[in-house]
């Protein structure tokens, strides 16, 4: 009897050494406690620098802020026949359960959710979304720039008019203002949260929002560890209800390097990867196991030409080099037939999207050298062109421009230098010659014209400025009108495909690798994965 006491006892000894082993050993998968629904892992090649909602941050940073935070709209979705979910450029309410908007479309009221809860199960109201929107137009992120896109120049246009019914007032009829408020950055902002911490260096509450966020969204974030993983679990008090989510929660580990995230996913350690590299996906297609979902997107890639530096200050100089690049060979042999060529600063799928203008493709190579000739540079120039170096989809594009180039006499030395630089080379508004990219929240032309060839816009890195195609950009910012809006689209296209501050290159794919028994890929305006539909199949 002694005898099998003692054996008992070390046997279950054995079993608690063995689980801590093994909680040791992989401690980040046993995170979320064991439910009837799965646990997602996703492994992602960048890590989350901060949530806080309405400062710049990175993509996966934007990933889990478009789960933490719900704004008043959001888009109509649709599932497409391989069961992809994509968010339509059709909106309806989310934390707003209706709204309302008046006759001459200025007065927009919205009649929020009452079951709606934050996770610390405090009600979201009318009064938390005009701290959020007083916030986004007098504080100090980035969300003013969007707020003239809605015609409101005040926070005084925003009214609490009971706990649970909000107006907003504009200055004018704009057609993206039910648009923009079904971005994420919109989100509700719990008011008595941000009190709390707030300081008087830190009004805003910006440091603690920077890792965490009471959620009024459908996740919480339970676990934090920078640069290795992050574990996101369902918010008990989200409006939808239990019933809404697929999975029991989402472990995001952070893995940057390509194969290690590819082998992780052949072996069956997580369930999706991020950031495969295009070259990698036909032999992870053999494997029966694993699933490619290829999502088109609106995403450009563009081969920027500044304006105002020689010898890109001359237009034929840019149409020369538009009718050099092989782009046939980039999308086979840089996206391996993951994406599209673009033939317009609108992406295909756009709103007003047209080829019409494209003269470029395939051209002949003779008209270019006489282009060139007529500009001063018949003998070619050298040029460095920048990219950043951690983006090898950029550095093989590269290669290809400088191989069509050199039919033109143009010499190309490729200038990689780390993102920062790059970032920082971009915002001088000094760098040359370089391959950018640009996705727009929303899909609407104006609003990407805006940003990138309006005169004088930040981001209009390139120096472009045309007086005509301004005023096309302001009147159709303004019009809710279809067919006034498709004219003035159209020729703001005409113009600046004619005089090619640009060239298109590419339109990627945005892609994710799965295990095959993955289900719920979906995506809304902003890319980024939402997590309550991700399923897993027996």
């Given amino acids: 009897m002694v005898m099998k006491r003692v054996v008992a006892v070390l046997a279950i000894l054995l079993l608690v050494l063995t689980l801590l082993i093994s909680q040791s050993i992989n401690p980040k998968f046993h995170t979320i406690a064991q439910a009837e629904k799965p646990v997602i892992r996703i492994a992602y090649d960048g890590d989350i620098d901060h949530i806080e909602l309405m400062q710049f941050r990175s993509i996966s940073a934007y990933e889990a802020t478009a789960n933490l935070y719900e704004p008043l709209l959001t888009q109509v979705t649709f599932t497409n026949p391989r069961g992809e979910i994509v968010g339509l450029d059709e909106v309806e309410g989310s934390l707003a359960e209706r709204y309302e908007i008046s006759e001459d479309g200025t007065t927009f009221t919205f009649y929020l959710r009452r079951e709606a809860k934050f996770a610390d199960g405090t009600p979201i109201t009318a009064h938390d979304f005009k701290y959020t929107f007083d916030r ?5 992120g980035y969300l003013g720039l969007l707020i003239p896109f809605m015609a409101i120049d005040s926070a005084d246009q925003i009214q609490v008019l ?9 200055n004018e009829p704009a057609a993206l203002t039910e648009t923009i408020l079904t971005f994420q950055i919109f989100g509700a902002i719990s008011e008595a949260t941000a009190s709390e ?3 008087s260096d830190d009004p805003w509450a910006e440091q603690y929002f920077h890792q965490n966020a009471n959620s009024s969204g459908p996740y919480q974030i339970t676990h934090w560890e920078q640069g290795e993983e992050y574990v996101f679990e369902p918010n008990p008090n989200y409006w939808r209800g239990e019933t809404f989510f697929q999975n029991a929660g989402v472990v995001f580990k952070v893995v940057p ?69 092989p782009y046939n060979a980039m999308i086979e042999n840089v996206l391996y037939g993951y994406g599209q060529q673009p033939k317009s600063p609108v992406s295909i799928g756009m709103e007003g999207y047209t080829d019409e203008f494209w003269t470029y493709g395939d051209a002949d190579l003779e008209e270019a050298r006489a282009l060139l000739e007529t500009a001063g540079y018949g003998n070619g120039f050298v040029v460095d062109l920048t990219v950043p170096e951690e983006d090898q989809t950029r550095l093989d594009a590269a290669e290809w421009i400088k191989v069509g180039l050199e039919r033109l006499g143009i010499t190309v030395n490729i200038n990689a230098v780390s993102t920062a630089e790059f970032s920082e080379l971009l915002f001088s508004h000094e760098l040359p010659f370089f391959i950018e990219q640009w996705y727009s929240w929303g899909n609407d032309p104006f609003f990407q014209l805006t940003f990138n060839l309006k005169c004088g816009a930040v981001t209009n890195y390139v120096n472009y400025c045309n007086e005509e195609v301004d005023a096309l950009i302001e009147a159709g910012t303004f019009s809710r009108d279809a067919e006034e809006r ?43 994965l939402r997590y309550a539909y991700l399923g897993i199949t027996e």
């Fill in 197 to 199: 911490h707030a300081t």
């Fill in 136 to 140: 986004a137009i007098t504080g100090p």
């Fill in 486 to 528: 498709a004219d003035l689209i159209r020729r703001a296209q005409e113009i600046i495909v004619e005089e090619a501050p640009w060239a298109y290159l590419y339109q990627p794919d945005r892609v994710f690798v799965t295990r095959a028994n993955v289900t719920g890929i979906a995506i809304f305006n902003d890319l980024t």
């Fill in 162 to 170: 009971d706990d649970y019914t909000l107006q907003i007032s504009t």
């Fill in 257 to 325: 390097d390509a194969e290690t995230r590819e082998a992780m996913l052949q072996a069956g350690e997580v369930d999706i990867a991020l950031g495969i590299p295009f070259s990698d996906l036909g032999d992870l297609l053999e494997d029966p196991n694993l699933a490619v979902h290829a999502i088109p997107s609106g995403r450009i890639y563009h081969l920027g030409m500044n304006n105002a530096i020689a010898p890109f200050d001359d237009a034929r100089v840019r149409q020369a080099i538009s009718m050099a690049i």
